[in-house]
Every structure is written in structure tokens, then in C-alpha cells.
């Protein structure tokens, strides 16, 4: 007995030395539209001055690749996969097999195995077809989500997708809001939702043992579409013209906002100096058409249960992000759609990496084994090798975030079977077509591009196939697959051995979802197998 009590002890206090975690996913947070990239008010102050100070006391991660779509990153993320060895395409909530395979171990279970206590809060968008796939039955030991690509943000009804040219804001059909293991229909339609969320994470801090390891998980509503802020934040930024970047920008100011009350509450708690805070995008910022105009009809007064009255929403097609100066958008190939956003913040970081920029590769599958290695837990899936799926790619950044050494171990990133990063490189075969070919500028969208989106410009790589030295060249302005003929070959050679190992399962909607929403939910999505 005596011997249990102190290895208790010796487990209590080994996880008390453990750093809290705070990452942060921002859903299609445009390379240009926060402040340290150059995204600035009228008044000539930055848009984003919490993340940009956030930014100061950490490290700038300048190489952070994600995919260029939401679905395929947040499962990578909480897989420890890269996408081609879990899901490199959109899922909705009721895909028959979820995002994420249902026996592959997610972050947040294996954390919870040095003692960490885990939450989640926000967009889940990996799978929910069993109640494995939730978050808590990936490890969270409460979540506050919703579970598709984005839903309406005063009602939290499910997004069905933009639309052209429609006038009038659609009417709730099922809801997509969740409460670890049951509907959250005593939290919907009580308000926005990022603040419903904000008071989840205050909940979360205050309440918190700070004897034990937290782990927070905040994937943001911000800024997915339909595009909603509260008013306030609308009038803040009203001198901008064009209507789908002033309600965007409105978004990312209320996500600065949101981050620095957070991170204050941390500092105020006493947490903030052991914690390690991680931000990334889950891809670049969009830069389809407008498809119409915003509703702009609503006022100012409407309900909290209700999307109408809330000044502008944008819900016609999609629009209102900038990547600028990078090339492309969310759903390209260029680096404006995989290269994103990132930083790493927080007492933890060293003091001697504070204010320096991190120029080596890496991808948001590293952090499943960097967190794992600080946890001091292998980073090991034997469920998911028994079942015969892919093993873990993630690799150990922290050696050289925390300068150890001063080299990437991340080297080679095949993001789909046309798509290969390797160390300086990225390559593209021969005749494929790229989407977005263009960077806009720095205030894109505006008035010129309503009929000339970025997404309508294409480019297909010539007979060499397309090379572009993404160190020297970020802005991926010159193809010199013709003068690099032997890094062609390589690239080649590298690209058809990834390209074996890509694995995949189907993802076909099963009509049993909705129904089950109806039937034992009351009209919202939740798990239907297994149950």
C-alpha cells in the first residue's frame, strides 16, 4: 500500500514539471491578414497586435505546412499522420467512416497517459460516426464542438455550403453543436459562438488542478464561412469597402481579442510561465469568387437565437482572404494554400528562441510526437498497427525549436500525389493544372477582383513538370524545372516511393446520420454506430 501511495506521488509530481499545452487552429486564416505579415488599419496600426506580441515572445515558424483544405489537417494533427495516410480530402459528419480511422490513437488519449488533463473547444471537422470518433473519445476529457466544416454562428445550424446570390440568410436546419457526449441544447442559441466557447475556455482555467498538465485544444470558428461578427467589431472596421474582408477582418480582430483574453487568464493564474502555446491555420485563406453580395438588410437587434439582425453576413460565395504576397489560396497547391500561419509562444519557450524566426520545414503532424516527446510518452500506435493501418509520420521539432540543433527532421512532405515538398524543393508533374494561379495584393478582395478572383487563374506545368526553390523563391515567382533537370529526376524518384505508401478508405455519407440526428438527438448531429 505504501508503495502505491508514493509511486502515486511520483506520478503526481513528475506531471506537475510537465508544460500545459494551448494549440490553437485557425480555420482559413490568410497568410496576409495578420499584423506581423504585413496586415494593417487604416490608422496604420496592426490588425492583430495580441498575436503579433505573441509572436514577439516566441518563435515564428516560417515553414509550416499544413493541407490546403480543413479536413485533412485537423485529422493529421490528431493522428499524428501526414494526410495521404489518413484523409486528404473533405468529410462531412455523416461520412460512414469518419475522418480519422476509428483505431488509430488521437493526441489528446495519449497525453492523458502522462497525466495530462485534456479539453477540447470548438471545430472538430475528424469524423464522428462512432462515439470513438468524438473528441472524447479521442482522448478529451470534455469538448465543446461542433463537428462539420463550419456552421451558422448565432444558431449553430449546420453550413450547408455557399451559395450564389442569395439575398436572404436560410432558415436552421440540424444543428451541429455538441457537449462532450451529448447535444449542447443548453448552450444553443444563448449567443455568439466564439463567445459561448470563450466562456467554455474560462470555465476550463479557473477550474483547472494546477497540479496536473492541461492540455487545451482551441479550434477556432474563425474565419470559416458564413462570414458572421458581432456588430462592435463590424463598426470597428466599417471603412473598409469591400463587404467580405471588412467582415473577415471583424473576425480576426475578435480572434486577436479572444487570444489575449485567454492568454491573460493563463498569466493571471499563474500558468502562463510553464505553458506552451502553439497557433497554425489549418490551411491559407480562400480566394474564390463573391457570388453575389453579403446580406447587409438585418440591423443590429436581432436575437441570440437567431442569424438574423446581426449587421452584415456574408454567405454567398467565398471570398474575403488574403495570402498576399504568396501565391494561390486555400485549395491550391501553391504555397498560400499550404503554407500558413504559426507560431510557437508561451513560458516554456526558451528564452534564448524568443523573437527569432524558424525557417526550418516542418508540418502539423510534428506536433502529435513533439507533444508526445514533452509529455515523456512514446509516441507509439500498436492499436492502429494491430489493425493494420498506417504507423505515425510526426517527427520531433522540438530539438530544434528549442535550438538543440539548428536543422529541420522534417525533410520530405508529399501532400498528394501531384504535390512533393522536399527540403528546398517543391515539385508538380508535368501537365497538371494549378488553381489560383496569383497573389492579389494586399488588399484583396476589393472592387477590381469582384469579377477576376484569384481561383479562376490557372496554371499548367509544362512538359519539365514545375520546380520552384520555395527558400529562395517563397513567392514561387520562377519555375526552373528546365534548368534543374537532375533535382527533377530526384524529386521524381522521391515522389513515386511517397506516393506508394499513400493509403486511403471510402468516405460515403450515410443517410443513417440524419436520421439518428432527428430521431434521438432532437434535431442535432451526433454519433449514429455504435451506440
Known amino acids: 500500500m505504501r508503495l502505491a501511495t508514493l509511486l502515486s506521488a511520483m506520478l503526481v509530481g513528475s506531471a506537475a514539471k510537465l508544460p500545459h499545452i494551448f494549440m490553437v487552429v485557425v480555420d482559413d486564416f490568410g497568410w496576409g491578414d495578420v499584423g506581423y505579415h504585413g496586415a494593417k488599419l487604416s490608422s496604420g496600426e496592426s490588425l492583430t497586435p495580441t498575436i503579433d506580441g505573441l509572436v514577439k515572445e516566441g518563435i515564428e515558424l516560417n515553414r509550416h505546412y499544413v493541407h490546403m483544405m480543413c479536413t485533412p489537417t485537423r485529422s493529421s494533427f490528431q493522428s499524428g499522420r501526414l494526410p495521404i495516410h489518413v484523409i486528404t480530402q473533405l468529410s462531412s459528419p455523416c461520412d460512414e467512416n469518419g475522418a480519422i480511422p476509428r483505431n488509430m490513437t488521437g493526441i489528446a488519449a495519449q497525453l492523458k497517459k502522462a497525466g495530462y488533463e485534456t479539453h477540447q473547444v470548438g471545430k472538430w471537422d475528424a469524423g464522428m460516426a462512432t462515439p470513438h470518433h468524438t473528441p472524447q473519445g479521442r482522448g478529451y476529457d470534455t469538448s465543446l464542438n461542433y463537428f462539420g466544416h463550419g456552421n451558422w454562428m448565432w444558431t449553430e445550424a449546420e453550413w450547408l455550403g455557399s451559395y450564389v446570390n442569395r439575398s436572404g440568410i436560410p432558415g436552421p436546419t440540424i444543428i451541429d453543436f455538441w457537449d462532450t457526449d451529448k447535444p449542447a441544447n443548453h448552450l444553443n442559441g444563448t449567443g455568439y459562438e466564439e463567445y459561448i466557447f470563450r466562456d467554455r475556455m474560462l470555465e476550463i482555467l479557473h477550474n483547472h488542478d494546477q497540479s496536473k498538465p492541461l492540455f487545451l485544444q482551441y479550434d477556432s470558428k474563425v474565419a470559416h464561412y458564413p462570414l458572421q461578427a458581432p456588430p462592435d467589431y463590424q463598426e470597428k472596421h466599417s471603412d473598409i469597402d469591400q463587404i467580405n474582408r471588412r467582415v473577415y477582418w471583424s473576425m480576426v480582430s475578435f480572434l486577436d481579442d479572444q487570444l489575449k483574453n485567454i492568454t491573460d487568464t493563463m498569466k493571471g493564474l499563474g500558468m502562463w510561465d510553464n505553458t506552451l502555446m502553439v497557433l497554425s491555420s489549418d490551411n491559407g485563406g480562400y480566394v474564390k469568387a463573391e457570388d453575389g453580395l453579403c446580406n447587409t438588410t438585418t440591423g443590429t437587434s436581432g436575437k441570440e437565437n437567431s442569424d438574423v439582425g446581426h449587421a452584415a453576413a456574408c454567405f454567398n460565395g467565398e471570398t474575403g482572404a488574403s495570402n498576399y504576397p504568396l501565391r494561390g489560396g486555400k485549395y491550391s497547391m501553391w504555397e498560400g494554400g499550404i503554407r500558413v500561419n504559426a507560431f510557437a509562444s508561451g513560458g516554456f519557450v526558451p528564452q534564448s528562441k524568443r523573437g527569432t524566426v524558424q525557417q526550418g520545414m516542418m508540418h502539423i503532424t510534428d506536433w502529435y510526437v513533439t507533444f508526445c516527446s514533452l509529455a515523456g510518452v512514446p509516441a507509439v500506435d500498436p492499436w492502429a498497427a494491430s489493425s493494420g493501418l498506417p504507423g505515425i509520420d510526426g517527427v ?136
Open 396 to 531: 520531433d521539432v522540438w530539438p530544434m525549436l528549442s535550438g538543440q540543433n539548428e536543422t529541420s527532421p522534417r525533410t520530405t512532405i508529399l501532400v498528394n500525389k501531384q504535390l512533393l515538398v522536399h527540403n528546398e524543393w517543391k515539385y508538380v508533374p508535368a501537365h497538371t493544372t494549378m488553381s489560383a494561379d496569383a497573389r492579389g495584393g494586399p488588399a484583396y478582395p476589393n472592387a477590381t477582383t469582384a469579377t477576376d478572383p484569384i481561383q479562376a487563374h490557372k496554371y499548367i506545368c509544362p512538359d519539365e513538370g514545375c520546380l520552384f526553390n520555395v527558400v529562395n523563391d517563397p513567392y514561387e515567382f520562377n519555375n526552373v524545372a528546365a534548368q534543374n533537370p537532375d533535382i527533377v529526376a530526384q524529386m521524381q524518384g522521391i515522389m513515386k516511393k511517397e506516393v506508394a505508401t499513400i493509403w486511403s478508405q471510402p468516405h460515403t455519407n450515410d443517410p443513417e446520420c440524419k436520421t439518428t440526428a432527428y430521431a434521438k438527438y432532437g434535431g442535432f448531429y451526433g454519433p449514429w454506430k455504435e451506440i
